[in-house]
């Protein structure tokens, strides 16, 4: 039923533009807060930044501050993150989340659904 789906996933030179986009169905958008998450090899997977379904609110980590930036389309379908001047130890799969509420989740523990991940790979 519900189904999350990333695209965007690119090679690029460290401090490369890549725009990630997370197409949701299945539910509600503004009843959650769309989330994305990343892992990079041997880490932990961390949150990033997510966006509210309820008013907008946005929050990021603060690794990200100043240089991500996450919104939706016009239909609130589709989640996207703007990634500025990525770092090549950004390099990471990045996923699309929801949690239970329109509160953002924060840690994994917290996420409901999962989006299967895109790679991002910045050369170094």
């Known amino acids: 039923q519900v189904q999350l789906v990333e695209s965007g996933g690119v090679l690029v030179q460290a401090g490369g533009p890549p725009r990630l986009s997370c197409a949701a169905s299945?539910?509600?958008?503004?009843?959650?807060?769309m989330t994305w998450f990343r892992q990079a090899p041997g880490q932990e997977r961390e949150f990033v930044a997510s966006?509210?379904?309820?008013?907008?609110?946005?929050v990021y980590a603060d690794s990200v501050k100043g240089r991500f930036t996450i919104s939706s389309n016009n239909a609130l379908t589709t989640v996207y993150l703007q990634m500025d001047n990525l770092k090549p130890e950004e390099t990471a799969v990045y996923f699309c989340?929801?949690?239970?509420?329109?509160?953002?989740?924060?840690?994994?523990?917290?996420?409901?659904?999962w989006g299967q991940g895109t790679q991002v790979t910045v050369a170094s």
């Open positions: 299945g539910l509600t958008f503004s009843n959650y807060a």
């Open positions: 966006l509210s379904g309820n008013g907008g609110t946005t």
């Open positions: 989340a929801v949690g239970w509420t329109t509160s953002p989740p924060r840690v994994s523990r917290l996420v409901r659904y």
